[in-house]
């Protein structure tokens, strides 16, 4: 498939520098967690939080980990004492002391209010170690990575598409707010950080989202740039929340304390606005019943429900109770943007051109799966039988071992069909073809090939319509659409594409052995997904089959004409034959009596003896005529000997002799060319040469006669031209004479190519090609040991008088 390069857009641009902000937010995130590996901590840093008044555990602070990762806390715990004292008077120059201590000194008593449930838990006071920053990092850096790097093949899979482009800006924020959720900045450094990070990125979800979903999976037809309508309202909130933390608009200075929860509520409602718009006009394509796009539109809603559920009840369950939902941190949680994420960009990259496209579906394909398996696994074994909090770590080898399975999924197995159902579209080739040669074995006739050919083909590449045009009927269209198969009437090849609905989206031409048996033509998609190379390798494997079929087809429709063609050969020939005896041969055995009777009469009456001679002389002569005569046919019937040196001297003479009958002149030229040939070789070229010959005489009625001989180390070839007044090979009657079917019968026979280009009032001309050459005794061919007769490489002309 030829795609056309097009220019790169300046939004595309924009995209790719806003692409290196998670990157450098990422890196500063990982870096400041590892300086905190040797630092002190007893496992959580009580934040005041005015919603639930508490010091409550916080799921973006490092010291808050490794109470986190082993499940004592859970995110929104209020820390009321530590050791008796309260949490907001309690030294943190005790941490050293306690994490330094061994024996079980090191433990503290923590008092705990989740709810209304209050409980004491003891804590270890330690030093952080990597393994308790990669429980968390882990939950955070493979997500946004991913989502990164999607972002990335959306974008430069179609960069001009504006609906790719929404969907990276979403991608990128996304990814930007979540490698932002936990960092090892001091309060300072960390403001900043998460202003640039968390807040931009909330601004802008809702607006993206809502963009995005105007524009999937078709533009708004009417009211276009409605799908900009909250992108003010996306930069106005993230001014308030900018501001808010950073003071550097003096404007908003009177509203600076509410700006916070104004801007977290109105980020609120655009998310809400544009997640309902999205689904919205995902389920109104599905109950609209369009098939070009209710099943991805499917896929879109399974999509939001698998991946964004989960996450939108955890978090509603955490805003009313301020507990963590199943035990656990929100990181598990998040793994279920990957589900959210892959769909949506399997359901856009499908319908669009861009390379590597069936690969790229694929792999979306076993990444959405394997990221659905895994979360299951996690909800429903980790966390719902055995009662395992789940930390960042744990999932990302869950996750990947399920990857690892599913690429396992292409071997034959009932998971595996499933998968392919639905998801693996271009994976059907192998049933697509097991339908295709079964019901080919079914067909009786080369014309119910053509007509179940294009129906089955249609099917198969889910197109609108196919058309198979054959060549031996060259009359007749088979076209298939979802209405049955029609066999239409054209009166030239040109008219083909008069008789189809449309423009092909694909042309394949039929050939078999050499032979183009048709051409193969494949209308536009049903669906709006494009033709890739997938589709491209389906359609040239089922275009073989049907030429195939074809092949043996026209083979056996042309056997079972031979027994009629040969009668009807030998009558003609028998015809040839008794008029050149009678005309050449009779004539003289007529008069062999009257000449005896005269000579007796002259004997008898006593004439001179040379007068007798003369009559004995005028019937010797023709005596003598009448042998070579029967010689000539002789000749005709039986080939002279043929080989390496003697083909072309006996296509000369042949040629010179019968055009010298037909009184029409000849060239002849390389007629002392040498190649080897094998016996029944040559001899089979000399029968489809002589015939061309025949042919020419006898139907064309030219005035001059042409025949070139020329071998190399590539092959030999010989061609044969007149300027008769040709016919048109494509007609069915000439399809059918025996003179053409036994020319092209010996060419296959010897491996050679036959082609006869002719077209009425301009002439024919025949070429026999042997393609390659063949050895002779196990010897290759040497040009020094078959020396060339200059004389009868040198033009040979043969002028007779008409």
Same mark, same amino acid.
């Given at each position: 498939?030829?795609?056309?390069?097009?220019?790169?857009?300046?939004?595309?641009?924009?995209?790719?520098?806003?692409?290196?902000?998670?990157?450098?937010?990422?890196?500063?995130?990982?870096?400041?967690?590892?300086?905190?590996?040797?630092?002190?901590?007893?496992?959580?840093?009580?934040?005041?939080?005015?919603?639930?008044?508490?010091?409550?555990?916080?799921?973006?602070?490092?010291? %808050?980990?490794?109470?986190?990762?082993?499940?004592?806390?859970?995110?929104?715990?209020?820390?009321?004492?530590?050791?008796?004292?309260?949490?907001?008077?309690?030294?943190?120059?005790?941490?050293?002391?306690?994490?330094?201590?061994?024996?079980?000194?090191?433990?503290?008593?923590?008092?705990?209010?989740?709810?209304?449930?209050?409980?004491?838990?003891? &804590?270890?006071?330690?030093?952080?170690?990597?393994?308790?920053?990669?429980?968390?990092?882990?939950?955070?850096?493979?997500?946004?990575?991913?989502?990164?790097?999607?972002?990335?093949?959306?974008?430069?899979?179609?960069?001009?598409?504006?609906?790719?482009?929404?969907?990276?800006?979403?991608?990128?924020?996304?990814?930007?707010?979540?490698?932002?959720?936990?960092?090892?900045?001091?309060?300072?450094?960390?403001?900043?950080?998460?202003?640039?990070?968390?807040?931009?990125?909330?601004?802008?979800?809702? !607006?993206?989202?809502?963009?995005?979903?105007?524009?999937?999976?078709?533009?708004?037809?009417?009211?276009?740039?409605?799908?900009?309508?909250? $992108?003010?309202?996306?930069?106005?909130?993230?001014?308030?929340?900018?501001?808010?933390?950073?003071?550097?608009? !003096?404007?908003?200075?009177?509203?600076?304390?509410?700006?916070?929860?104004?801007?977290?509520?109105?980020?609120?409602?655009?998310?809400?606005?544009?997640?309902?718009?999205?689904?919205?006009?995902?389920?109104?394509?599905?109950?609209?019943?369009?098939?070009?796009?209710?099943?991805?539109?499917?896929?879109?809603?399974?999509?939001?429900?698998?991946?964004?559920?989960?996450?939108?009840?955890?978090?509603?369950?955490?805003?009313?109770?301020?507990?963590?939902?199943?035990?656990?941190?929100?990181?598990?949680?998040?793994?279920?943007?990957?589900?959210?994420?892959?769909?949506?960009?399997?359901?856009?990259?499908?319908?669009?051109?861009?390379?590597?496209?069936?690969?790229?579906?694929?792999?979306?394909?076993?990444?959405?799966?394997?990221?659905?398996?895994?979360?299951?696994?996690?909800?429903?074994?980790?966390?719902?039988?055995?009662?395992?909090?789940?930390?960042?770590?744990?999932?990302?080898?869950?996750?990947?071992?399920?990857?690892?399975?599913?690429?396992?999924?292409?071997?034959?197995?009932?998971?595996?069909?499933?998968?392919?159902?639905?998801?693996?579209?271009? $994976?059907?080739?192998?049933?697509?073809?097991?339908?295709?040669?079964?019901?080919?074995?079914?067909?009786?006739?080369?014309?119910?090939?053509?007509?179940?050919?294009?129906?089955?083909?249609?099917?198969?590449?889910?197109?609108?319509?196919?058309?198979?045009?054959?060549?031996?009927?060259?009359?007749?269209?088979?076209?298939?659409?979802?209405?049955?198969?029609?066999?239409?009437?054209?009166?030239?090849? #040109?008219?083909?594409?008069?008789?189809?609905?449309?423009?092909?989206?694909?042309?394949?031409?039929?050939?078999?052995?050499?032979?183009?048996?048709?051409?193969?033509?494949?209308? %536009?998609?049903?669906?709006?997904?494009?033709?890739?190379?997938?589709?491209?390798?389906?359609?040239?494997?089922?275009?073989?089959?049907?030429? +195939?079929?074809?092949?043996?087809?026209?083979?056996?429709?042309?056997?079972?004409?031979?027994?009629?063609?040969?009668?009807?050969?030998?009558?003609?020939?028998?015809?040839?034959?008794?008029?050149?005896?009678?005309?050449?041969?009779?004539?003289?055995?007529?008069?062999?009596?009257?000449?005896?009777?005269?000579?007796?009469?002259?004997?008898?009456?006593?004439?001179?003896?040379?007068?007798? &001679?003369?009559?004995?002389?005028?019937?010797?002569?023709?005596?003598?005529?009448?042998?070579?005569?029967?010689?000539?046919?002789?000749?005709?019937?039986?080939?002279?000997?043929?080989?390496?040196?003697?083909?072309?001297?006996?296509?000369?003479?042949?040629?010179?002799?019968?055009?010298?009958?037909? +009184?029409?002149?000849?060239?002849?030229?390389?007629?002392?060319?040498?190649?080897?040939?094998?016996?029944?070789?040559?001899?089979?070229?000399? #029968?489809?040469?002589?015939?061309?010959?025949?042919?020419?005489?006898?139907?064309?009625? !030219?005035?001059?006669?042409?025949?070139? &001989?020329?071998?190399?180390?590539?092959?030999?070839?010989?061609?044969?031209?007149?300027?008769?007044?040709?016919?048109?090979?494509?007609?069915?009657?000439?399809?059918?004479?025996?003179?053409?079917?036994?020319?092209?019968?010996?060419?296959?026979?010897?491996?050679?190519?036959?082609?006869?280009?002719?077209?009425?009032?301009?002439?024919?001309?025949?070429?026999?090609?042997?393609?390659?050459?063949?050895?002779?005794?196990?010897?290759?061919?040497?040009?020094?040991?078959?020396?060339?007769?200059?004389?009868?490489?040198?033009?040979?002309?043969?002028?007779?008088?008409?």
């Amino acid at each position: 498939m030829h795609l056309q390069r097009q220019h790169f857009p300046w939004q595309a641009t924009i995209l790719l520098v806003f692409a290196v902000a998670p990157l450098i937010a990422g890196a500063i995130s990982f870096s400041s967690s590892l300086r905190l590996i040797g630092k002190p901590s007893i496992g959580v840093l009580p934040i005041w939080q005015d919603a639930i008044r508490c010091h409550a555990v916080s799921p973006i602070t490092p010291p %808050s980990w490794p109470a986190m990762a082993d499940g004592s806390l859970q995110t929104g715990d209020c820390i009321e004492a530590i050791n008796g004292i309260s949490a907001y008077h309690w030294p943190l120059s005790e941490v050293e002391r306690y994490a330094d201590a061994k024996d079980g000194r090191n433990l503290v008593d923590v008092e705990v209010r989740r709810g209304a449930e209050r409980f004491s838990v003891r &804590i270890a006071a330690l030093r952080l170690t990597w393994l308790h920053v990669l429980r968390l990092q882990f939950g955070i850096l493979p997500i946004a990575l991913f989502v990164w790097m999607l972002a990335l093949i959306v974008l430069l899979a179609q960069p001009q598409a504006e609906v790719n482009q929404t969907s990276v800006a979403l991608f990128l924020t996304l990814a930007l707010a979540i490698v932002g959720l936990y960092h090892g900045l001091n309060d300072e450094q960390g403001r900043y950080y998460t202003a640039f990070t968390i807040v931009i990125s909330m601004a802008w979800i809702g !607006p993206f989202l809502y963009h995005l979903a105007l524009l999937t999976p078709r533009p708004l037809a009417r009211c276009a740039p409605l799908r900009f309508a909250l $992108h003010p309202v996306g930069l106005m909130t993230m001014i308030l929340h900018l501001d808010s933390m950073l003071v550097f608009v !003096p404007l908003l200075r009177p509203w600076r304390g509410d700006a916070p929860g104004i801007a977290t509520t109105i980020n609120g409602i655009t998310m809400l606005i544009g997640l309902g718009a999205f689904l919205l006009r995902a389920g109104w394509w599905v109950w609209r019943g369009d098939r070009a796009i209710a099943d991805q539109m499917r896929v879109i809603l399974l999509s939001w429900g698998i991946g964004a559920g989960p996450l939108t009840l955890a978090s509603a369950y955490y805003l009313l109770t301020y507990r963590a939902p199943l035990g656990t941190s929100f990181q598990p949680f998040l793994f279920f943007l990957v589900i959210l994420c892959s769909g949506i960009a399997y359901v856009m990259l499908r319908y669009q051109h861009f390379a590597s496209r069936s690969r790229v579906l694929d792999s979306l394909a076993m990444i959405y799966i394997s990221a659905t398996v895994a979360c299951a696994v996690m909800v429903v074994v980790l966390i719902g039988i055995i009662r395992m909090p789940v930390d960042g770590l744990m999932f990302t080898a869950l996750w990947f071992a399920t990857f690892a399975t599913t690429v396992f999924w292409h071997t034959d197995n009932p998971f595996q069909r499933l998968y392919r159902r639905f998801f693996l579209r271009h $994976h059907h080739h192998y049933q697509a073809t097991l339908d295709f040669a079964t019901r080919m074995n079914e067909v009786s006739n080369l014309e119910d090939a053509a007509k179940h050919g294009a129906a089955l083909v249609r099917t198969a590449v889910i197109c609108d319509w196919a058309a198979v045009h054959p060549a031996l009927t060259p009359d007749r269209v088979w076209l298939a659409t979802g209405t049955g198969v029609d066999g239409r009437r054209v009166s030239a090849a #040109r008219e083909v594409s008069f008789s189809l609905p449309a423009s092909p989206a694909m042309t394949c031409a039929l050939i078999s052995e050499g032979e183009q048996l048709g051409t193969l033509y494949v209308g %536009s998609r049903s669906t709006q997904e494009p033709f890739d190379e997938e589709d491209e390798r389906l359609i040239g494997l089922l275009a073989t089959m049907l030429a +195939n079929a074809m092949h043996i087809r026209a083979q056996i429709q042309r056997l079972l004409a031979v027994p009629a063609l040969m009668i009807a050969a030998q009558e003609q020939e028998r015809e040839r034959i008794a008029q050149e005896i009678h005309d050449g041969v009779m004539p003289f055995l007529g008069a062999i009596p009257l000449g005896l009777a005269q000579i007796q009469r002259r004997v008898e009456a006593g004439d001179s003896i040379d007068e007798t &001679i003369s009559v004995c002389e005028t019937y010797r002569q023709r005596a003598i005529k009448t042998a070579q005569e029967l010689r000539a046919i002789m000749r005709r019937l039986q080939p002279p000997l043929v080989g390496a040196t003697r083909l072309g001297l006996a296509i000369q003479a042949f040629t010179e002799e019968i055009c010298a009958l037909y +009184n029409v002149p000849c060239i002849i030229n390389g007629a002392g060319v040498a190649y080897p040939l094998r016996d029944t070789t040559a001899r089979q070229a000399y #029968r489809i040469v002589q015939q061309a010959v025949v042919n020419a005489l006898q139907h064309a009625h !030219p005035r001059l006669l042409r025949v070139t &001989i020329a071998a190399d180390e590539h092959g030999w070839e010989c061609e044969v031209s007149d300027d008769g007044r040709g016919f048109d090979p494509d007609q069915p009657q000439r399809k059918n004479h025996f003179g053409l079917f036994s020319m092209h019968e010996r060419a296959r026979t010897i491996g050679a190519t036959l082609t006869i280009d002719s077209q009425p009032g301009r002439g024919t001309t025949v070429r026999l090609r042997l393609k390659k050459a063949l050895e002779i005794e196990n010897e290759t061919w040497d040009v020094s040991r078959y020396p060339v007769n200059v004389e009868n490489v040198e033009r040979s002309t043969l002028n007779v008088q008409r």
